[in-house]
T-cell receptor
Framework: DGGITQSPKYLFRKEGQNVTLSCEQN?????MYWYRQDPGQGLRLIYY???????QKGDIAEGYSVSREKKESFPLTVTSAQKNPTAFYLC???????????FGPGTRLTVT | LAKTTQPISMDSYEGQEVNITCSHN???????ITWYQQFPSQGPRFIIQ???TKVTNEVASLFIPADRKSSTLSLPRVSLSDTAVYYC??????????????FGTGTQLKVEL
């Protein structure tokens, strides 16, 4: 956090519905990332974007989609095709050429 | 991507020095070693990063031997607030910007009185 906003903090949806998670940053960072974290597990990369209008799949992109129309924003849509969407979702950013990533506060999504 | 191996958990007491070792046998020439700290229901926070030898900042030290196949995060005089999960990551080299990091399951450090 401290420049990265994720909203909402908690999100509840019914199975079969698409849901979009918001990530906004004012750090002027070029790269943005979406991770998923399950209980007791590490973070897994869903999608990342190195520059506006460009993004690449991470390790677990199936069932997710993203867009990067603005430098400040990198929304993540969890589609109904994602078989187990309940998880803690984290957005991160990094500056050009920098290895350090800054993380947002996360959104906890529960799908029932 | 270089795979990392670190202990699942460690216990310590307040005021002690804690050393967490990470193995990364397949580290590439252009990879850096980075450590993050994560508290429950929060995003990870950067602690320290290094390429070789020793790096020190206000919160930790990072020791990297010459072969770079392992690294050790050293936390001096831990307190209860240092109870967290610590991740060792080896990052891909930068190509055109962006940096893919692979997080393992980390080391759960528990500090007691």
């Amino acid at each position: 956090d401290g420049g990265i906003t994720q909203s909402p903090k908690y999100l509840f949806r019914k199975e079969g519905q698409n849901v979009t998670l918001s990530c906004e940053q004012n750090l002027n960072h070029d790269a943005m990332y979406w991770y998923r974290q399950d209980p007791g597990q590490g973070l897994r990369l869903i999608y990342y974007s190195q520059i506006v209008n460009d993004f690449q799949k991470g390790d677990i992109a199936e069932g997710y989609s993203v867009s990067r129309e603005k430098k400040e924003s990198f929304p993540l849509t969890v589609t109904s095709a994602q078989k187990n969407p309940t998880a803690f979702y984290l957005c991160a950013t990094s500056g050009t050429g920098a290895y350090e990533q800054y993380f947002g506060p996360g959104t906890r999504l529960t799908v029932t | 991507l270089a795979k990392t191996t670190q202990p699942i958990s460690m216990d310590s007491y307040e005021g002690q020095e804690v050393n967490i070792t990470c193995s990364h046998n397949n580290i590439a020439t252009n990879d850096y070693i980075t450590w993050y700290q994560q508290f429950p229901s929060q995003g990870p926070r950067f602690i320290i990063q290094g390429y070789k030898t020793k790096v020190t900042n206000e919160v930790a030290s990072l020791f990297i031997p010459a072969d770079r196949k392992s690294s050790t995060l050293s936390l001096p005089r831990v307190s209860l607030s240092d109870t967290a999960v610590y991740y060792c990551l080896v990052g891909e080299g930068i190509t055109g910007g962006g940096n893919k990091l692979t997080f393992g399951t980390g080391t759960q450090l528990k500090v007691e009185l």
